[in-house]
């Protein structure tokens, strides 16, 4: 896999799973919706972890440069 996210990218993706996992453990947001943000949040972090988003791939975006 090639590298395709910059850091402030990371940061963001980062950042967002912290809310959610924020929202979804401290009982703001349950149900479903609760479940969907948990389960976002986890891809946020393991493409922030790796620097690979698999979405960027076939649009051939790249925030790194």
Avoid at 27 to 54: D, M, N, Q, R, Y
Wanted: glycine share 10%; with cysteine; aromatic share 14%.
């Amino acid at each position: 896999m090639k590298r395709n996210m910059s850091n402030t990218d990371r940061i963001i993706r980062v950042v967002l799973a912290a809310v959610f996992a924020y929202l979804y453990f401290g009982g703001i947001v349950t149900g479903t919706l609760g479940i969907v943000l948990a389960v976002l949040g986890g891809v946020f972090l393991l493409t922030a972890g790796v620097a690979f988003c698999p979405l960027y791939a076939p649009f051939k975006i790249s925030t790194y440069k």
